[in-house]
């Protein structure tokens, strides 16, 4: 039999597998709770979402214009990476700048833009 600490009191009491899958089961749940609640978990997700998407993305950028440029030079890779990796720091620290930013320039480019009417 297994030991478990009880959080009634905290004591260390002898538990069956069934009482010792219910306690990790329990302080499981309390540790999703807890990553839930804190106020850095969409920065640290956002992070790596845009981390792997970036990667992605800057492997196709590069694969597509090889695909109709030819062989690109180490140096054209880089930029390529370095702008998607700016891109991607902008879109976590300051999302409501980097959508205002490329709305301008997709304005200037002659894209018609419509917004959703709100009704309040």
Known sequence: MAYALIPDGYSLKKVTKLQEQAVNSKRRHDDIVALLNNENTPLVLGGLVSAYVGAKLAGDIISDLEAKLGKLSQDTKDTVTGAVAKAEKEIITDPQNWVAT???????????????KVVI
């Open 102 to 116: 490329q709305l301008t320039g997709l304005i200037a480019l002659g894209a018609k833009i419509q917004f959703p």
